[in-house]
């Protein structure tokens, strides 16, 4: 049996954003967030439940899977494979739109609701070795929460290193499916959450249909070009910057009367390189003023 990959666009918003298994969605909240008893999530609302591209390749308009619980409660969770600019800022803005988005004008501020933001990150971010950090507003002094309604927590992926036989709690097994879903060939015995089991069931190959498979492969394609692109790029970058240090370096003994042998055999390149860089960079002497005709 093959899985998917879950941090594939299409893949993450059908598994967390199933309208007909929100089991899954309320599992992961209450893993990732810690909420044990009368805390814990039963019910969810999703706000933007999943639906396949219109045309196969398509972006999906879905951003990310936001719910709401029967507390009232947004929840934002987002899968982040590449480091976009301003990430920091971001997950502000889209927490503190949604926060403020609950009430309108002139609305009692006791009506606000907390919001929650989950990242589940496919990068490095954050100092700390764990896979697993939480963030609140505090008092720097004390460490008082005193302003509970925003809380964000993230999951790096690339700090969770952990091996099939050591998942012993359920944010741990949640992470690894998410992370390695795609190179296993059955679920992991130790897996005994409902949740969980629907996850990997919706992340089963043959579970899925023709249509939302096509859209899953064009999803993985368009992120792989999308990574070609930015490699290319800065591989571009770093050429031009290579290429510029090392006319520089030409220019700079050439300017101290060193020979061009003798430059061609520190730097490595050939003597007729030399010569070009010296004849492309040097400044072209001012040829002399040729006499006015009508001047006699």
């Not at 999906?60 to 719910?67: H, N, W």
């Not at 919706?202 to 498979?213: F, I, L, V």
């Amino acid at each position: 049996m093959k899985f998917v990959d879950v941090k594939n666009d299409v893949a993450f918003r059908k598994i967390f954003g199933n309208e007909n298994k929100k089991v899954i969605l309320i599992s992961f909240l209450n893993a990732v967030l810690g909420l044990e008893g009368q805390n814990r999530v039963k019910e969810v609302t999703l706000l933007n439940p999943f639906q396949l591209p219109r045309i196969a390749g398509e972006k999906s308009s879905i951003i990310d899977v936001r719910a709401t619980d029967e507390k009232g409660v947004t929840f934002i969770v987002e899968m982040q494979v590449a480091e976009p600019a301003g990430f920091d800022k971001r997950v502000l803005y889209y927490t503190s739109k949604d926060y403020a988005g609950q009430i309108n004008s002139g609305d009692d501020y006791p009506l606000l609701r907390p919001v929650y933001f989950i990242g589940i990150l496919n990068f490095d971010y954050f100092l700390g070795e764990d896979y697993l950090s939480s963030h609140s507003i505090i008092d720097e002094a004390t460490g008082e929460n005193g302003f509970k309604d925003l809380k964000f927590r993230f999951i790096e992926l690339r700090k969770f290193n952990k091996k099939s036989h050591q998942l012993k709690s359920i944010i741990d097994k949640w992470t690894f499916f998410i992370k390695y879903a795609e190179d296993l060939d059955v679920m992991p015995d130790n897996v005994d959450d409902e949740g969980l089991k629907e996850a990997y069931g919706e992340a089963a190959q043959h579970n899925w249909t023709k249509e939302a498979y096509n859209a899953y492969i064009y999803s993985g394609i368009r992120a792989q070009d999308e990574r070609g692109r930015i490699e290319l790029a800065e591989q571009k970058a770093l050429q031009k910057g290579k290429k510029e240090e090392k006319e520089n370096a030409v220019m700079g003994l050439h300017e101290n009367g060193i020979s061009n042998d003798l430059i061609a055999k520190s730097l490595k390149i050939s003597i007729e390189k030399v010569e070009e860089i010296i004849k492309k960079t040097q400044i072209p002497t001012k040829g002399k003023k040729q006499k006015n005709p009508r001047i006699k």
